[in-house]
């Protein structure tokens, strides 16, 4: 039997309508009041009321910048120092032990110190988020590059390549695939952060709607913060999906 619409549609949606089900189930049977667990049609009046009078789309967009610009800074200084790192032994015996020091500290324990060193506001957030993204990507990049094939790098010296010829046309080009996955995890991990810094650091985001709904007994409200956290997280690890999949992404 042939579907109405593509699997790719019909089985995320069904699977979606599944859980709202389980959800409203779940209410009856427990017995638990609406003011401990609300159901879905309170829950998307709470939704429609923060969306229609513009909190949702604030905290949301606050949350994402700040994403955003930790994500970006932790790519642009860690892929570079990743492939350093990679391409040059010394360089790696130096750096390497003081990134895997560094790196199992969880994000969460910088709180105290990011909020001393840079007060409330979007800084704090954005330093914890940078953290949770920037060692993850020196170590990926490192790994990438020293399993490229030693047969590159000889071309390349055949060739007369220099060093910027060599990390421009051999190396990014071998690395790409690896480091666009390990992009792809460690926004998941930088979502994460940024949720959880919110609840201590800044007055704005979606963590923040979540830690001030619960002070105010608003369970309904929490609820439509942690559903559009999820949303969100789904939409960006769609983006680096599509991301991994462009035909000029290099392979070996």
């Known amino acids: 039997m042939k579907l109405p619409i593509k699997p790719a549609i019909f089985y995320p949606t069904l699977s979606i309508v599944i859980l709202v089900f389980v959800w409203e189930a779940t209410i009856r049977l427990s017995g638990w009041s609406e003011q401990v667990f609300p159901g879905p049609v309170i829950v998307f009046k709470a939704f429609l009321e923060l969306l229609l009078d513009g909190t949702l789309f604030n905290h949301s967009v606050a949350s994402l910048y700040r994403v955003t610009v930790g994500f970006y800074l932790a790519a642009i200084l860690g892929i570079p120092l990743g492939i350093l790192l990679g391409m040059h032994r010394v360089a790696n015996s130096m750096v390497n032990p003081i990134v895997q020091f560094l790196r199992p500290i969880s994000p969460l324990a910088w ?118 956290i999820g949303f969100i997280g789904l939409f960006l690890d769609l983006i680096m999906q599509k991301l991994s999949k462009q035909d000029w992404l290099a392979t070996r």
């Not at 990011?114 to 949770?132: H, Y």
């Not at 080009?173 to 949720?195: K, N």
């Open 111 to 228: 709180i105290p110190l990011a909020m001393l060193w840079f007060g409330i506001g979007d800084n704090p957030a954005i330093f914890l988020i940078f953290l949770s993204s920037f060692f993850s990507l020196v170590v990926a990049t490192a790994i990438a590059v020293r399993t490229i094939n030693p047969i590159y790098f000889q071309v390349a010296a055949n060739f007369n390549f220099s060093g910027k010829e060599t990390i421009t046309k051999v190396v990014i080009p071998a690395i790409t695939p690896d480091v666009v996955t390990a992009l792809r995890l460690t926004i998941a991990v930088a979502w994460l952060v940024v949720v959880a810094a919110e609840m201590i650091a800044v007055q704005s985001g979606l963590g923040y709607l979540i830690l001030d709904s619960r002070n105010a007994l608003r369970m309904d409200y929490v609820m439509v913060g942690m559903i559009v």
